[in-house]
């Protein structure tokens, strides 16, 4: 029987758990369970519990025959076509599966967005006692977490961010959003000599390649992300799948986001069962904006819209992808 390893408990191989793969199957991954990244803003903002965001990978493992080993992957030699874990733990593969994420490329002042169970323990920590926060990344993600922090902790929020992330139009309407929430924006990057001037630096600027990508002698981008063809199999070792932010499709690139992880998920599943689908990225995609309170902006093709109703949008989506892993 095929060993099949599956790294990493992302939405891709949440999936797979649901769908059952066949094989002798091992799921290596830090966490019991897996944390839903669109809703991680709301759980800051309190409109969730955490039970509410998360998905429990280890029982999906559980309930579809999975071995599942709690640990990180620290290396994986794709000619030998074994993975070492943290711990020394080395397991062989037939077939692997790769839904590691990406890691935020945070200094160590700060307090990083991933992983995100470290970050939900930290946030839950701090968010009595702090009065001033700086939020770094200007992204949908620091978008979303400057309005929650602000929402939720009362605090003085400065997002800061040294590029512009969005179209014109957007980008106004998030201004006035963040305006609202008094969120002070500032485009220029944030350096360390500003560090004193906050109780919490949140970073979540900058989604990078975990560094054995690069090493595992699997062909990878110029930024360290595992290259995948269409089928979502690694372009220089066809064992091997990877699926959400840690795979660029070579000939189709498409930004990293939870969006694009989710459309990856049943594609991958497919294949990993044994048949051949074809990923092909979505040409537009709706992103849904929370902005601290129930309330955001809702964004398709070029054009936006926003209010209470989007809110109401993007929680049931969200809730319906969470619910269906719900057992
Ligand atoms: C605050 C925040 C809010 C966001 N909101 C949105 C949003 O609203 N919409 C959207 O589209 N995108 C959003 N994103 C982006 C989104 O989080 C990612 O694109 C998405 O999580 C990618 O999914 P994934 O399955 O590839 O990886 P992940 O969801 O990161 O899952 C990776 C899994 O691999 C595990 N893992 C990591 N390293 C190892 C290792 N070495 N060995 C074994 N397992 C490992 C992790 O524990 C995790 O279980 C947000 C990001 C942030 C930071």
Redesign the pocket.
């Known amino acids: 029987m095929k060993r099949v390893l599956l ?6 191989h949440a999936w797979v758990l649901r769908a059952g793969v066949p094989g002798e199957v091992t799921l ?4 019991p369970h ?1 944390v839903y ?2 809703m ?2 709301g759980f800051v903002a309190g409109h969730y519990k955490l039970d509410e965001i998360r998905i429990d ?1 280890a029982t999906l493992a559980a309930r579809a025959g999975v071995k599942l080993v709690l ?4 290396a994986l030699d794709a000619k030998r076509r074994i993975a070492r874990l943290d711990d020394g733990l080395e397991l062989p593969y037939d077939r692997a599966s790769l ?4 890691q ?1 490329a945070a200094p160590d002042y700060a307090l990083a ?4 169970e470290h970050f939900m323990e930290q946030w839950l920590e701090a968010k009595d006692r702090v009065r001033t926060a700086a939020v770094v990344g200007g992204g ?2 620091g978008v ?2 400057a309005m929650a922090v602000a929402h939720r902790a009362n605090a003085r929020v400065t997002l800061y961010s040294d590029r512009p992330m969005f179209r014109a139009g957007l980008a106004r309407r998030i201004a006035r959003q963040l305006a609202r929430n008094g969120v002070d924006l500032r485009s220029v990057a944030f350096a360390e000599s500003m560090r004193g001037e906050y109780d919490l630096v949140i970073w ?1 600027a900058g ?1 990078a390649a ?1 560094p ?1 990508l690069r090493e595992s002698g699997l062909a990878t981008d110029e930024r360290g992300f595992v290259l995948v063809d269409d089928r979502l199999r690694s372009v220089s070792h066809p064992e091997v799948y990877a ?4 795979a660029t499709l070579r000939d189709a690139p498409h930004p ?6 989710v459309r990856h998920a049943p594609v991958l599943a497919a294949n990993l069962a044994g048949a051949q689908q074809r990923y092909v990225p979505q040409r537009r995609t709706l992103a ?1 904006i929370g902005c601290g309170e129930r309330f955001a902006i809702a964004d398709w093709g070029g054009v936006s819209w926003e209010g209470a109703w989007a809110w109401r949008w993007k929680d049931r989506i969200d809730r319906r992808w969470v619910e269906r892993f719900t057992l």
């Not at 640990?71 to 620290?74: D, M, T």
């Not at 967005?113 to 995100?116: L, W």
């Not at 990293?256 to 992880?261: I, M, Y």
């Open positions: 790294v990493g408990g992302g939405h891709a290596v991954t830090p966490y897996h990244s669109g991680l803003p990978v640990g990180s992957v620290a839904d590691v994420g990406s935020a967005a991933k992983p995100f949908a993600a979303e977490m979540t989604a975990l054995w699926a959400g932010d840690c990293k986001s939870g969006v694009f992880a849904l």
